[in-house]
Nanobody, 120 residues
Framework: QVQLVESGGGLVQAGGSLRLSCVAAGSIFGVNAMGWYRQAPGKQRELVAHITSSGSTNYGDSVKGRFTISRDNAKNTADLQMNSLKPEDTAVYYC??????????????WGQGTQVAVSS
């Protein structure tokens, strides 16, 4: 069984930092793109950061310059370092990955979500 396991959410004051981690676990042939999305109450899920298997990154406009995504291909992990947090960053953060179960089969997976709350 393949799953994404997230950790690192919590409560922090504005201006503070948090680091989220995501590990792809199970019978995995390969890991393609990974990323983080977030969803605040009453809002649509939005892209936070995305990283390809070769390390190319893409960020949502609201987090550029404050958040950094990284990955360790050997460990099948993707981390999100969040600095200068703002109250508007409060949301449930979801890890995403496109995982290969075999050389010919790939599918999208989502983590269960981790809450990030930023107080003013």
């Amino acid at each position: 069984q393949v799953q994404l396991v997230e950790s690192g959410g919590g409560l922090v004051q504005a201006g503070g930092s948090l680091r989220l981690s995501c590990v792809a676990a199970g019978s995995i042939f390969g890991v393609n793109a990974m990323g983080w999305y977030r969803q605040a109450p009453g809002k649509q899920r939005e892209l936070v950061a995305h990283i390809t298997s070769s390390g190319s990154t893409n960020y949502g406009d609201s987090v550029k310059g404050r958040f950094t995504i990284s990955r360790d291909n050997a460990k099948n992990t993707a981390d999100l370092q969040m600095n200068s947090l703002k109250p508007e960053d409060t949301a449930v953060y979801y890890c995403y990955a496109n995982l290969q179960a075999s050389r010919w089969v790939a599918a999208d997976y989502w983590g269960q979500g981790t809450q990030v709350a930023v107080s003013s």
